[in-house]
């Protein structure tokens, strides 16, 4: 079996590492007035009657398929894909971006490329990136690494924490452009490694697109759709950015509460692609985002309005409901089978 740690990945001792620096940092909250904590998707700061939303994230090894592509103009996409969708789950409206990117050596014609994407980006979000930082670390870095800080705006009494949720609601799934910007170490273990497949070789069902090309699909960008329902009058209680983790960040909302994923709408061909590579669908829904890449949380009467308003910029569709299971996450697959996390 192929598994996130055979691919250098450890996402349990990630967790460890990640407590211990919080254990550490946590006392620097009260030198501020914090709304939430870094917990939750983004983090907030009252400033007067409004809080101020930041995220930081990056493309991560992602990076590494772009080279094997010679392709970097889709890169700079999944960056700021990765901060906003990650901003809007407070209910704050991204406004702005500073990015970060280290090289091994410039290349003028790769930061091209890579200034291209996150233009796009932020063109799709509708967010100004109003500076950054270029760094040049020849024994630190390989090739490049690109990250980006975001923020955003949300009114005091219109934050969404996910506090709200209660047992009845209805999870709501926006659709996945596909692998997005999470598990790629697995990925190219599971299909790259030993010349089981190369970049340029067709997907077993698509002849016109190679798996490097699917790989290399940016991040779908939530902004237009979360922030016209944002202002809307719904009670929207939570929002949830599928990412690294698959359907486990549910439990980043709220609690005491569970959650049953059992209406998940087919996932795309590279995820069967992967999974056909000796990797178990424990491992699948753990690691990737199935096909669902962002959910709301609602209350179930006023589910099918909010289905409808997405509907317009999205795909979506219910894909299952909150339960009193304390912590537990259960999806059923697209074998039908169900996996308790």
């Known amino acids: 079996m192929v598994t996130y740690s055979d ?42 009657d409004r809080g101020i939303a930041m995220s930081t994230d990056g ?3 992602k990076i590494l398929i772009a080279k094997m592509m010679e392709k970097y103009d889709t890169v700079g996409i999944d960056c700021i894909a990765m901060v906003v969708n990650d901003i809007l789950c407070v209910g704050a409206e991204p406004i702005a971006l500073v990015d970060y990117l280290a ?19 932020a063109e799709i979000s509708n967010i100004a990136i109003i500076g950054g930082e270029t760094a040049s670390l020849p024994e630190i870095v390989r090739d490049f ?37 999470n598990g790629l170490s697995l990925a190219r273990k599971a299909l790259l490694e030993n010349n089981k497949f190369n970049v340029n070789d067709t997907l077993p069902n698509d002849s016109t697109t190679t798996i490097g090309e699917e ?15 944002l202002k809307e009058n719904l009670n929207i209680k ?6 690294g983790g698959g359907f486990t960040n549910l439990k980043r909302l709220k609690k005491g509460i569970g959650f049953d994923v059992d209406n998940l709408p087919e996932p795309q061909e590279i995820f069967k692609l992967i999974y056909n590579q000796d990797v178990t669908l424990e491992e699948m829904y753990k690691v990737f985002n199935m096909g669902v890449g962002f959910v709301v949380i609602a209350p179930e009467e006023e589910s099918e309005e909010i289905i409808d308003i997405l509907n317009k910029d999205c795909e979506a569709c219910k894909i299952g409901k909150v339960t009193s299971n304390p912590d537990k996450v259960i999806v059923t697959t697209f074998e039908n089978t169900k996996i308790e996390y």
């Open 145 to 181: 690494d690109l990250a980006g800080t975001g923020i955003g705006f949300v009114d005091i009494d219109k934050i969404i924490t996910g506090e709200n949720i209660s047992e009845g609601d209805v999870l709501i799934g926006l659709g996945s452009s596909g692998i997005h910007s």
């Open 215 to 229: 790989l290399l699909k940016p991040t779908e960008i939530y902004v237009k759709p979360i922030v016209k329902l």
């Open 59 to 61: 493309v991560g090894s």
């Open 238 to 243: 939570g929002l949830a950015h599928i990412t």
């Open 103 to 121: 090289v091994e050596n410039p290349d003028p014609e790769v930061a091209e490329q890579i200034a291209e994407g996150l233009a796009k980006g």
């Open 7 to 48: 691919s250098g990945v450890d996402i349990d001792l990630e967790e460890v590492t990640v407590s211990k620096l919080a254990e550490k940092l946590k006392p620097t909250l009260k030198y501020q007035d914090i709304i939430t904590e870094s917990g939750h998707f983004a983090a907030l700061v009252k400033m007067g």
